[in-house]
T-cell receptor, first 108, second 115 residues
Framework: DAKTTQPPSMDCAEGRAANLPCNHS???????VYWYRQIHSQGPQYIIH???NNETNEMASLIITEDRKSSTLILPHATLRDTAVYYC?????????FGAGTILRVKS | SAVISQKPSRDICQRGTSLTIQCQVD?????MFWYRQQPGQSLTLIAT?????????ESGFVIDKFPISRPNLTFSTLTVSNMSPEDSSIYLC????????????FGSGTRLTVV
């Protein structure tokens, strides 16, 4: 599975969009990009995933560059409850391998 | 998505003893996994629990220390054997389907403290 690189931490003002970047320059053609988040003391929560097209659901949007070497998770209107560790994972085989993730702090 | 019940939610154990953690899913699932999350760290995959056969362990994890059972498509157990304080972690069960286009669901975890 391809390795991902994320900034260790980010801050975002409440009500603003949070844009979390992820670099996955070694991704191969059949590998999906997954995003999970983990709020303190809870199990990871699935957010969204995609292969090459941009994806949107009720939680977030996922923007994948045309060369698929990077992606951005967008939380359109961040709230204090979105404070969590966000993990970007490239999955090719049938398992998820977690990196260090990005600590997102949403501040009022 | 599947609903996972993981038991116990937390425990405090004496060193040298063993603890068995249960993962029960409300529907049949193809893939089941066990993770460890040490304090302040990310999740590390321990093994894939295979139904009807031996689990597949990741590098650094061995069956003698972390025996895993998976008797059917809805249930698995992880045992942490001969515990030491270094085993103090959150242990999480995860389930999902085959293929890279399926998301995985995680249980709420078992918080283990070894004293």
């Amino acid at each position: 599975d391809a390795k991902t690189t994320q900034p260790p931490s980010m801050d975002c003002a409440e009500g603003r969009a949070a844009n979390l970047p992820c670099n996955h320059s070694t991704i191969s053609g059949n590998e999906y990009v997954y995003w999970y988040r983990q709020i303190h003391s809870q199990g990871p929560q699935y957010i969204i995933h995609g292969l090459k097209n941009n994806e949107t659901n009720e939680m977030a949007s996922l923007i994948i560059t045309e060369d698929r070497k990077s992606s951005t998770l967008i939380l359109p209107h961040a709230t204090l409850r979105d404070t969590a560790v966000y993990y970007c994972i490239v999955r090719g085989r049938n398992k998820l391998v977690f990196g260090a993730g990005t600590i997102l702090r949403v501040k009022s | 998505s599947a609903v996972i019940s993981q038991k116990p939610s937390r425990d405090i154990c004496q060193r040298g003893t063993s603890l068995t953690i249960q993962c029960q899913v409300d529907s049949q699932v193809t893939m089941m996994f066990w993770y460890r999350q040490q304090p302040g760290q990310s999740l590390t995959l321990i093994a894939t629990a295979n139904q009807g056969s031996e689990a597949t362990y990741e590098s650094g994890f061995v069956i003698d220390k972390f025996p895993i059972s998976r008797p059917n498509l809805t249930f698995s157990t992880l045992t942490v054997s001969n515990m030491s304080p270094e085993d103090s972690s959150i242990y999480l069960c995860s389930v999902g389907g085959l293929g890279a286009n399926y998301g995985y669901t995680f249980g709420s975890g078992t918080r283990l403290t070894v004293v």
